[in-house]
């Protein structure tokens, strides 16, 4: 099992930028896809972007492209979302997820049900 914990969230102004973390506990942290989804008010949880075991794959929602990198350091067990150009529509609750992979990797994920473990999650509001 792998436990997640999210940190970085806050408030910033439209433009600004953020980085979140999501630090992983437990063994095996590259046998592990990884994901980032959010949830504004009202809205369903939605994918972000996502990464593969290695970090060598990522792919990312339409609405983040260009503005949003994951990124992950297996020898720190922690993955990361820096988000730049921050604008109104990103406020949400950040999730962190991770995906035991048994074989390959080079793969990420976009589905939330594809993925076994979440973190609490942590806000991020934008101001405009």
């Known amino acids: 099992q792998v436990q997640l914990v999210e940190s970085g969230g806050g408030l910033v102004q439209a433009g600004g930028s953020l980085r979140l973390s999501c630090a992983a506990s437990g063994r095996s942290f590259s046998n592990y896809a990884m994901g980032w989804f959010r949830q504004a008010p009202g809205k369903e949880r939605e994918f972000v972007t996502g990464i593969s075991r290695s970090g060598g794959v990522t792919g990312y929602a339409d609405s983040v492209k260009g503005r949003f990198t994951m990124s992950r350091d297996n020898a720190k067990n922690t993955a990361y979302l820096q988000m730049n150009s921050l604008n109104a529509e990103d406020t949400a609750v950040y999730y962190c997820?991770?995906?035991?992979?048994?074989?390959?990797?080079?793969?990420?994920?976009?589905?939330?049900?594809?993925?076994?473990?979440w973190g609490q999650g942590t806000q991020v509001t934008v101001s405009s």
């Open positions: 997820a991770a995906r035991q992979v048994h074989y390959g990797g080079t793969y990420y994920y976009t589905e939330w049900v594809q993925y076994d473990y």
